[in-house]
């Protein structure tokens, strides 16, 4: 089966970097999609990884390990919106159209 | 760019009764998707349509959803009767049609069955 695991909650403080977790256990391996949702809206797309390696986007860094099963996100300079829900999701070894998602990690950013 | 958009925001319905929820998908956008995410469990997978065929409805929990897509345009999502095990927020997602492509999402419909 596949599994995807992330911390539940972490906090961090305003101007800091805070690096979040995402283990993941799949048959095949297609890929690794990270997603923010703040509280009521809509999750938006923040990263697409499927080779091994860091990409870096602005103040958010996606790395991806294949070999580990392993995943974070890095966000620096954090500020306040970025207090949200960051969710990982893999696409299924049998329909890479649906995705497989871990339960979230809610992100707190105190002042 | 119209995002995509889902009413109602907020159902709340009794036992037994039957709901329907509608999605508007990105316009020219081929690949639709219905996902639901209960309280305290991850988001999950109920089906996938392109244009107006079902590609994968493994995910739907059972044979009181019924999902549409008329036209290859929007697509409602149909629950009857509800049970309260339906509760939940349910998100639509679409695509233009590339693998590997990220998901835009609707800001989902909370739905509550007494």
């Known amino acids: 089966g596949q599994n995807i695991d992330q911390p539940t909650e972490m906090t961090a403080t305003e101007g800091a970097i805070v690096q979040i977790n995402c283990t993941y256990q799949?048959?095949?391996?297609?890929?690794l999609f990270w997603y923010q949702q703040h509280a009521g809206e809509a999750p938006t797309f923040l990263s697409y990884n499927v080779l091994d390696g860091l990409e870096e986007k602005g103040r958010f860094s996606s790395f991806l390990s294949r070999s580990k099963g392993y995943s974070y996100l890095l966000l620096k300079e954090l500020q306040m919106k970025d207090s949200a829900s960051y969710l990982c999701a893999v696409p299924n070894a049998g329909n890479n159209r649906k995705l497989i998602w871990g339960l979230g990690t809610s992100l707190a950013v105190n002042p | 760019e119209a995002g995509v958009t889902q009413f109602p925001s907020h159902s709340v319905i009794e036992k037994g009764q039957t709901v329907t929820l509608r999605c508007d998908p990105i316009?020219?956008?081929?690949?639709l998707y219905w996902y639901r995410r209960v309280m305290g469990k991850e988001i999950k997978f109920l089906l996938h349509?392109?244009?107006?065929?079902?590609?994968?409805e493994s995910g739907m929990p059972n044979n009181r959803f019924l999902a549409e897509r008329t036209g290859g345009t929007y697509s409602t999502l149909k629950v009857q009767p509800a049970e309260l095990e339906d509760s939940g927020v349910y998100f639509c997602?679409?695509?233009?049609?590339?693998?590997?492509?990220?998901?835009?999402f609707g800001s989902g419909t909370q739905l509550s069955v007494l």
């Open positions: 316009s020219g956008h081929d690949n």
């Open positions: 349509f392109v244009k107006e065929s079902k590609q994968d």
């Open positions: 997602a679409s695509s233009p049609g590339v693998f590997g492509e990220k998901l835009f």
């Open positions: 799949t048959s095949g391996f297609n890929g």
